[in-house]
């Protein structure tokens, strides 16, 4: 009997570890209940008269007021195109100019991995979470200060975004602090980007005379210029207007060569409202639309469809003080607006979506990153740029925020997803089931089984545990469980992912700091 009762035993146990086995290996994408591209659309803070209205005015912007200070190769390009240059030195573009470009426009662009299972398809309401910004301080929360961030600081995230399931592209995110030329630092940059993820990598050239540099550089990462134009993996984000309507002469020229080498462009136009950009929040989004709309003309009468992307930007001001506030409920309201313009072009599009006010990795982050990552998915914002990572308004990069970022991204996009409704969700058989015939609860059930990885999301460092449990774990604290990600991410993540010939090469052509 004893026997027989061990053998039934170990047959349960054994069942039961398969089961767990099973449940916990990777799905195929299709099956996971979020992957990169997730549509939202769902939340639209314009009705569809306002876009329309800030569509007009935009128009009339570019009309009546024009933008001052292009270079004059962009000044050629333009007015050959059909812009006019005025007396005052400011180009202005006719309604049907700015229709004949948009027209031109490329339209749903895939951004390429150096991994192709990382490319990320542009189009309609797909939303993708990354990084950006140029923090220049790093976020020491076990010391609770800050301090100069270095490009091994920049290495570390760009290894920390590639092993972090729910960030999907890696754009520079800190200064290199510790490279005092200004060139090396473009390189170190754009080196210490590649070397740790092979996700699309956006990055910013600081002098247009770096240009021809990076290119080289890229040139040896992807084994040649053909490959390289075969798959550009990196993007140039590109602040082209200084705003209120003026154009960055020397961001242009740094533009107009990224374009020649097949570099997609974020036209990146960064108004704080109150301050560079006007108050009121549609005309924000007014001014936005029209500096970006500038940037289409500029781009499609240079090379018609080159891939860029209407990167409409506008972010706040606290306006008792000034100040930046990135965190602030209208932040979102602006970023989601945006994306309201971005699917009336048909444009592939981008704005800020996560950024925190606060210092430290604490509630009013995350309140802040949650309710505006919400907000941008929902909006079904292409590019959530600086949607983990950072504090202080963008002065400061935390290294741990970005792997409670992952988790909060996991619902965010969980949030994206939405309810599925089909035939097989709705029956109601496993109600009769369970109610009629079985123990009155669905836990168990077959049914549950199946669902709990294809319709539930699992936070990684998250604690859901009982208060009970909490303290019998240790009274767990939820940054330091993010130290300890962190710290085995980097520990068993690879030195560089560039191919050691090329790492080689590159560290003899230039001088590498990490």
């Known amino acids: 009997m004893d026997d027989v009762c061990t053998v039934s035993a170990s047959r349960r146990a054994g069942g039961r570890a398969a089961r767990v086995a099973q449940r916990a290996a990777p799905l195929a994408d299709n099956l996971r209940p979020i992957r990169p591209g997730l549509s939202g659309g769902q939340y639209k803070p314009l009705t569809d008269a306002g876009v329309q209205r800030i569509h007009e005015a935009a128009l009339e912007a570019l009309e009546v007021i024009g933008l001052s200070q292009a270079p004059e190769t962009g000044v050629e390009v333009m007015t050959r195109a059909g812009a006019v240059l005025g007396v005052d030195g400011r180009l202005r573009f006719p309604r049907a100019l700015v229709e004949d470009m948009l027209a031109l426009a490329a339209r749903d662009i895939t951004l390429f991995g150096r991994d192709a299972k990382y490319d990320m398809q542009l189009s309609g309401t797909r939303t993708y979470f990354g990084t950006a910004g140029a923090a220049v301080h790093v976020v020491d929360v076990e010391k609770r200060e800050y301090r100069e961030s270095t490009s091994k600081d920049l290495l570390d995230a760009s290894r920390l975004v590639h092993h972090l399931d729910n960030i ?50 890229l040139h040896m990462i992807a084994g040649s210029e053909d490959q390289w134009r075969a798959r550009p993996f990196v993007s140039n984000s590109n602040c082209f207007v200084v705003p209120p309507m003026k154009f960055a002469t020397e961001s242009c020229q740094t533009m107009e060569h990224c374009i020649r080498e097949g570099m997609p462009i974020l036209l990146l136009s960064a108004g704080q409202a109150g301050a560079t950009a006007p108050a009121p929040l549609a005309t924000a989004i007014v001014q936005a639309v029209a500096e970006c709309l500038a940037g289409v003309v500029y781009v499609n009468a240079m090379a018609p469809g080159h891939p860029a992307i209407f990167g409409t930007w506008p972010f706040v001001s606290d306006l008792r003080t000034g100040a930046m506030s990135g965190g602030s409920g209208e932040q979102g309201l602006l970023s989601a607006g945006c994306a309201q313009m971005h699917h009336f072009y048909g444009l592939p599009g981008g704005a800020a979506g996560g950024m925190s006010d606060s210092k430290l990795p604490d509630m009013q982050a995350g309140w802040e990153q949650g309710i505006l990552n919400v907000l941008a998915g929902l909006s079904g914002l292409n590019m959530v740029y600086e949607s983990v990572g950072m504090h202080a308004s963008l002065l400061g990069f935390c290294l741990e925020s970005l792997v409670l970022g992952d988790d909060m991204l996991g619902q965010v996009q969980r949030c994206v997803r939405g309810i599925d409704v089909t035939e097989d969700s709705v029956s109601i058989d496993t109600m009769k089931s369970v109610c009629l015939e079985g123990p009155g609860h669905y836990l168990g059930h077959e049914q549950t089984l199946q669902v709990m990885q294809t319709e539930y999301v699992y936070p990684a460092v998250a604690n859901r545990s009982s208060p009970k449990e909490w303290v019998e774990l240790g009274r767990p604290d939820l940054v330091q469980k993010a130290i300890e990600r962190k710290n085995r991410i980097l520990r068993d993540a690879a030195p560089s992912l560039i191919d050691p010939i090329a790492d080689q090469a590159i560290r003899e052509r230039w001088q590498i700091y990490c």
């Open 168 to 217: 999907h592209f890696f754009q520079r995110a800190m200064v290199c602090r510790d490279v005092t030329d200004n060139l090396l630092m473009d390189m170190n940059t754009l080196y210490a980007c590649c070397a740790g993820t092979s996700k699309h990598v956006g990055t910013s050239f600081s002098d247009p005379s770096h240009v021809g540099d990076g290119f080289e550089m």
